[in-house]
């Protein structure tokens, strides 16, 4: 419903700045024309808003159940969140070891996420900040992809800022 809406509010726009530009339509055909593309434009952008936000939930979501699961130091069920890729470069017992001794996060908060489409592949960013169990705190990005599965996954971790 939302595409189709969008083609039809582009096409309608197109029709009216046509007609106006080579006097086809009168003044009250182009207000009408524009009126039905212009609710139809609100239609695409109030469903494709609902998708992106409900999106932007499941990646935070995502993001969260990684971070609870490392918190809690059950490392088997942050590792299954992982990405296959990211999976085939670290082994379970090389993960649990990143987040042993002073790496070791016992605390976190949520500051938002983004989502993306990119070449048709939805990626999402969550933004955090983690506490570490010196007392130490930094901020985290945790890069998310939209798996086959349907499910968001974790592809990428990067703390940026340590204080």
């Known amino acids: 419903m939302a595409r189709v809406s969008g083609v ?3 096409g309608l726009t197109v029709v ?3 007609g106006c530009g080579t006097k086809r339509l009168s003044l009250w055909s182009a207000l009408a024309v524009g009126a039905v593309a212009a609710g139809c434009a609100m239609v695409w952008l109030v469903a494709t808003s609902k998708r992106g936000l409900a999106e ?4 935070q979501a995502a993001a ?5 699961a490392v918190v809690a130091k059950e490392f088997a069920v ?3 969140l992982l990405t296959i890729e ?3 470069q670290t082994g379970p017992a090389e993960f649990a070891e990143l987040y042993a001794g002073d790496q070791a996060i016992n605390g976190y908060t949520i500051d938002g996420t983004t989502v993306v489409r990119t070449e048709g592949q939805l990626h999402a960013e969550t933004r955090a900040q983690i506490r570490f169990g010196t007392g130490r705190a930094a901020r985290l990005l945790v890069g ?3 798996g ?4 968001w996954r974790v592809a990428e971790l990067r703390t940026v800022e340590h204080w």
Do not use: I, Q
């Open 144 to 146: 998310l992809l939209h």
């Open 78 to 80: 942050a590792y299954g």
């Open 64 to 68: 969260a159940a990684y971070l609870d």
């Open 16 to 18: 009216v700045c046509l």
């Open 56 to 59: 932007g939930r499941r990646a």
């Open 86 to 88: 990211r999976r085939e």
């Open 148 to 151: 086959s599965e349907g499910r």
């Open 8 to 10: 039809l509010a582009f």
